[in-house]
T-cell receptor, first 115, second 115 residues
Framework: EADIYQTPRYLVIGTGKKITLECSQTMGHDKMYWYQQDPGMELHLIHYSYGVNSTEKGDLSSESTVSRIRTEHFPLTLESARPSHTSQYLC??????????????FGPGTRLTVT | GESVGLHLPTLSVQEGDNSIINCAYS??????FIWYKQESGKGPQFIID?????DKRQGQRVTVLLNKTVKHLSLQIAATQPGDSAVYFCAELSAGGTSYGKLTFGQGTILTVHP
């Protein structure tokens, strides 16, 4: 069982609010990822990190930002939420080696609704 | 650009039958092809992968086939059980370029197993 956690699981928030989605893992993995997923659709990488103080933008443009101050923690922040941000956000982690990226451990996701 | 997609969006089978889920990919420059399973309310879970220099790999009740000639990937599940009901995603691990070491996910296939 993967030890990666996301909070909150569900969030309904009004337009313009600042939100932070939390993600923590206890596996000591160096690489962490954030994906955006609409129901039944493919996952789109929005941010990733190779380790502490490393953050990179993914393939899908996102208005969110991330930070990696500790190995186990990779929060995602939206400064001003909009209805277009409504989606499911999935956090994942893997070991550092490139080949290890194929086996990523996912959290349960945060379903965000912006009204 | 790179894309990974599935032929069939839904598949319904009877318990005990074998299931075959298909996937087409367009990017030949990848090291690994991977299958993930996503149950309702959960994040995706790694099932099995295959390296690009192989054409078949077997796991427990699952077999992945890779046909590089036609850029086709399939997942076979033997003796399908109700617990196999989920959305299945194929993904590829990029070998180089700007997508180095990143997973690209295809659209999911919903597998429903009837008792």
């Amino acid at each position: 069982e993967a030890d990666i956690y996301q909070t909150p699981r569900y969030l309904v928030i009004g337009t313009g609010k600042k939100i932070t989605l939390e993600c923590s893992q206890t596996m000591g993995h160096d690489k962490m990822y954030w994906y955006q997923q609409d129901p039944g659709m493919e996952l789109h990488l929005i941010h990733y990190s190779y380790g502490v103080n490393s953050t990179e933008k993914g393939d899908l443009s996102s208005e969110s930002t991330v930070s990696r101050i500790r190995t186990e923690h990779f929060p995602l922040t939206l400064e001003s939420a909009r209805p277009s941000h409504t989606s499911q956000y999935l956090c994942a982690s893997s070991e550092l080696h490139r080949g290890s990226s194929r086996e990523q451990y996912f959290g349960p996701g945060t379903r965000l609704t912006v009204t | 650009g790179e894309s990974v997609g599935l032929h069939l969006p839904t598949l319904s089978v009877q318990e005990g039958d074998n299931s075959i889920i298909n996937c087409a990919y367009s990017n030949s420059a990848s090291d690994y092809f991977i299958w993930y399973k996503q149950e309702s309310g959960k994040g995706p879970q790694f099932i099995i992968d295959i390296r690009s220099n192989m054409d078949k790999r077997q796991g427990q009740r699952v077999t992945v086939l890779l046909n590089k000639t036609v850029k086709h990937l399939s997942l076979q599940i033997a003796a399908t059980q109700p617990g196999d009901s989920a959305v299945y995603f194929c993904a590829e691990l990029s070998a180089g370029g700007t997508s180095y070491g990143k997973l690209t996910f295809g659209q999911g296939t919903i597998l429903t197993v009837h008792p």
